[in-house]
């Protein structure tokens, strides 16, 4: 019989950050305690776990790491609600629960031979930062062709990241562009909406893959974009939410039609949202 | 084959030292599945149990696990006690109702051991129907009221003794400690006429499924949920709802994880920590709940998951009676998108 799959495993919270400026969003650390756990703990760029914060409960998260970086698991997590906010106020050095990892990946094996464009808005930018982060892996990276990220914010605060942001900015491997919708003081970069900068950088579709993740308002701008420039929705991937429980296809509440997001997803094609009911 | 009530009786009784027995008894308002220690306290004359035998898998409220905290460090603790069980008297809906939610319990990729468990270690005995109630549709469905589907051994009732079919493996080491005799021609041609039994009621399904595909934009759903009250009665008493909740007991440094019986037709199922619902109405919470049922269960598991015991006809308090929902629904006119 295979491991019960209700029963976290313990992990200890390592570092917890506060990411943004304005102090939403904190980066958790959690590091494994022992080698069978992190080898139990394969995941791929695009899958999610379910965290435990003991005495509040457990929620989803998408994983911010990319299995090229051993040892740790990391998750940028909004406060919004119960479990979420005794995450952010968890002490450095408190154990939390993890289960997974769960859910589909993005497809990284098409991928292959390909060139990918990451587009991402606000802080939909975790599970991207997994899949740039392990395709620029020196392991990795011969795999892909060109690499774009398109990467945008309200501010230059709400940016995720920006130490790595500033580290890709010099990075030949990777196209940066980030953007923020409203000029901001001290910002060179681009300045407006991800669909019109993604207009205006014209990432070409040729041999070419696009992975969307951001809020409903800049996905429905951005994929007219995206047909304009050619892109099939076969080649369109995205990176759904839902409200889950189990994490298992199980509790009955995360489905689009015949799918359970937890399990069928989180990443879909476009094609295949095309052909479910518009209910998420 | 058959066997005497009396010596079933006598059987049963010799059971309960080995096993924990449920079945059918009589609490005054109705009919519940409970544990008894002996075969005079079964009620043998019944239609159907109030709610479905389904909490014996899957518990209305269940510990998960336990914790302590103690400072930053934590203790988690699960165990799971299960016991042989034999369920006595379980209806040919509610036996094919289990088969169903063996598939959702185990899915392509999952194995919910809580479920499993108990239902590895328990043997459905069913009980075929004499008396159909008017809220009985399950012939619909290709469940005969007297059939053996989903049971380990099934009886029916002959009156003085029952008639046994060994159904499964397990269903026969019970049936070893039987005495079982032959039938005469007569208990032959009487079993022979309870199984070609239909139930009166029912509904046509042969085109449901289909049609339900080209029907997610129907403005069938509009008027459909009108009179709903939103009381989730039907899914509780529902024996394929699976449903759950997953919640937090707290005492000071102590918890306890729980699941509970949740159902798709309340309205904070599916809330986003966002405050974003994808079905924050009664309409698509009820497409959602027919759709489940009669399509998208059926394109997952090749089945729909309706039995047709009618218990959501019985407890509804403003009379939605989901035969006339499929009905409607097999009815409505077609939008052309």
Redesign the interface.
């Known amino acids: 019989?295979?491991q019960?799959?209700?029963?976290?495993i313990?992990m200890k919270l390592v570092k917890n950050l506060v990411e943004t400026e304005d102090r939403l969003i904190n980066t958790f650390t959690l590091e494994f305690m022992n080698k069978q756990d992190e080898e139990n703990f394969k995941y791929m760029p695009g899958q999610f776990a379910e965290l435990?914060a003991?005495?509040?409960?457990?929620?989803p998260f998408g994983i911010a790491t990319s299995p090229t970086e051993p040892g740790i698991l990391k998750f940028s997590v909004?406060k919004?609600?119960c479990v979420?906010n005794a995450l952010h106020l968890m002490?450095e050095?408190?154990?939390v629960?993890v289960r997974g990892p769960m859910g589909n990946y993005y497809p990284i094996e098409q991928f292959k031979g390909k060139n990918v464009v990451i587009i991402g808005g606000g802080f939909a930018f975790t599970t991207l930062r997994s899949l740039a982060k392990y395709m620029l892996d020196d392991k990795h990276r011969g795999d892909y062709g060109d690499i774009t990220v398109i990467y945008g914010a309200r501010n230059p605060g709400l940016l995720l990241y920006k130490e790595e942001l500033a580290e890709w900015e010099n990075n030949p491997n990777i196209n940066l562009v980030t953007t923020i919708d409203r000029p901001a003081e001290g910002w060179t970069k681009h300045v407006g909406f991800i669909p019109s900068i993604t207009e205006q950088i014209a990432p070409s579709s040729v041999d070419t893959y696009a992975v969307v993740c951001g809020p409903?308002a800049m996905i429905k701008f951005t994929l007219p974009v995206l047909e304009k420039l050619n892109f099939p929705p076969e080649r369109i991937y995205t990176s759904l939410?839902?409200?889950m429980?189990?994490g298992?296809?199980?509790?009955?509440?995360?489905?689009?039609?015949?799918e359970y997001v937890c399990?069928d997803g989180p990443v879909f094609s476009m094609a295949q949202l095309k052909e479910l009911?518009n209910?998420? | 084959m058959k066997i005497s009530k009396e010596k079933f009786g006598q059987a049963f009784d010799a059971l309960v030292a080995d096993y924990k027995v449920i079945a059918p008894v009589s609490d005054g308002s109705g009919i519940a599945f409970t544990e008894v220690k002996s075969f005079s306290d079964v009620k043998q004359d019944y239609l159907n149990s109030k709610l479905p035998p389904k909490a014996f898998f899957f518990p209305q409220h269940e510990k998960?696990?336990s914790?302590k905290?103690e400072g930053?460090?934590?203790t988690?603790k699960?165990e799971l006690k299960v016991e042989n069980t034999i369920l006595f008297g379980i209806r040919p809906c509610d036996a094919k109702g289990m088969l169903l939610l063996d598939k959702?319990?185990k899915?392509?990729?999952?194995?919910?051991?809580?479920y499993y468990e108990r239902r590895e270690k328990a043997v459905i005995i069913g009980l075929g129907c004499t008396k159909i109630a008017p809220t009985c549709f399950c012939s619909s469905f290709e469940i005969s009221p007297a059939g053996s589907e989903g049971s380990d051994l099934f009886l029916i009732d002959l009156g003085d003794s029952y008639e046994v079919e060994v159904v499964t493996e397990k269903g026969k080491a019970l049936a070893d400690r039987l005495a079982l005799a032959e039938l005469t021609a007569d208990e032959q041609a009487l079993v022979d006429k309870i199984k070609s039994a239909e139930t009166p009621s029912k509904i046509d399904v042969s085109n449901t499924t289909s049609k339900l595909d080209k029907m997610?934009n129907s403005p069938y759903w509009d008027t459909l949920q009108e009179k709903c009250l939103g009381c989730n009665v039907c899914s509780f008493s529902c024996p394929t709802c699976?449903?759950?909740?997953?919640?937090?007991e707290?005492r000071k440094?102590e918890?306890t994880?729980v699941?509970t019986w949740?159902a798709?037709m309340a309205p904070l199922?599916?809330?986003?920590?966002?405050g974003?619902n994808?079905?924050d109405n009664k309409k698509?919470r009820w497409r959602?709940r027919l759709?489940?049922k009669f399509?998208?269960f059926v394109?997952?598991n090749g089945s729909m998951s309706c039995v047709g015991c009618g218990r959501c006809i019985k407890s509804c308090p403003v009379n939605m009676d989901i035969r006339q929902v499929v009905d409607g629904a097999n009815k409505a006119e077609l939008v052309v998108e």
């Open positions: 019989m295979q019960n799959p209700y029963l976290p313990t435990s003991y005495g509040h409960g457990e929620a909004a919004v609600g979420s002490e050095g408190t154990m629960g409903p939410e839902m409200r429980k189990c298992l296809g199980i509790c009955g509440r995360c489905n689009i039609g015949t399990k009911p209910e998420y | 998960l696990m914790y905290k930053k460090d934590v988690v699960s959702v319990f899915n392509d990729q999952y194995t919910d051991p809580y997610f699976h449903c759950f909740d997953i919640s937090e707290v440094n918890g994880r699941r949740d798709c199922f599916t809330l986003h920590g966002s974003h994808p079905r698509t959602q759709m489940h399509n998208y394109h997952n």
